[in-house]
C-alpha cells in the first residue's frame, strides 16, 4: 500500500545530517518508484483507479487518510521539478517546462500554504532545501 510519496521528516532530515549530501536527501524525500507503481501506471494503462492510502503532513509527520479516485481519465498531469530525471522520462508522452523564477515560485507558495506553517518556517525550508536542490537540477 502507497502510505505516502513523502518521507516523513524526522527520517529524512536524520538522513540529511548523517549523509550530509543536500543532493542524495532530496533525491529521498519523495519514493518516486512507489509512485509509479501504485499510482501512475495503473491510472495511465487503466484510465482509472481507486487506491485508499495514507498520506503526511509534511510539517508535522502525521499520517491521515486518503483516498485516490479516478474514473475515465483522458490525461493525466504530474507536477514536480524532481521529475525531470532520465529514469522518469519513459513514463510521460510529453514534458513541459514553465520557466518561474525562485521569488515567483515563492510567492505562489506562500499564496497556496497548504500545510501552513509559519513564514519563517516556509523561507528557512525553501533557502535551505528546495532552492538548492532546484539549482542541482536545472
Not at 490525461?75 to 510529453?94: A, G, H, N, Q, T
Not at 513541459?96 to 500545510?115: A, D, L, M, Y
Request: aromatic letters at 18%; hydrophobic letters at 40%.
Amino acid at each position: 500500500m502507497l502510505t505516502s510519496i513523502l518521507t516523513p521528516g524526522k527520517i529524512l532530515f536524520r538522513f540529511a545530517y548523517r549523509k550530509r549530501t543536500l543532493q542524495k536527501t532530496c533525491m529521498n524525500i519523495f519514493r518516486w518508484q512507489d509512485f509509479f507503481q501504485q499510482l501512475v501506471i495503473p491510472l495511465q494503462r487503466d484510465k482509472s483507479i481507486r487506491l485508499n492510502t495514507q498520506l503526511i503532513r509534511s510539517d508535522t509527520d502525521v499520517y491521515y487518510p486518503f483516498t485516490y479516485h479516478y474514473e475515465k481519465l483522458d490525461m493525466l498531469l504530474v507536477e514536480s521539478i524532481l521529475l525531470f530525471r532520465k529514469k522518469y522520462i519513459p513514463y510521460y508522452d510529453y514534458k513541459i517546462w514553465i520557466e518561474c523564477s525562485f521569488e515567483t515560485g515563492f510567492q505562489r507558495t506562500i499564496k497556496r500554504n497548504v500545510e501552513k506553517p509559519d513564514a519563517l518556517q516556509l523561507i528557512f525550508d525553501y533557502n535551505t532545501y528546495y532552492y538548492p536542490v532546484q539549482r542541482l537540477l536545472i
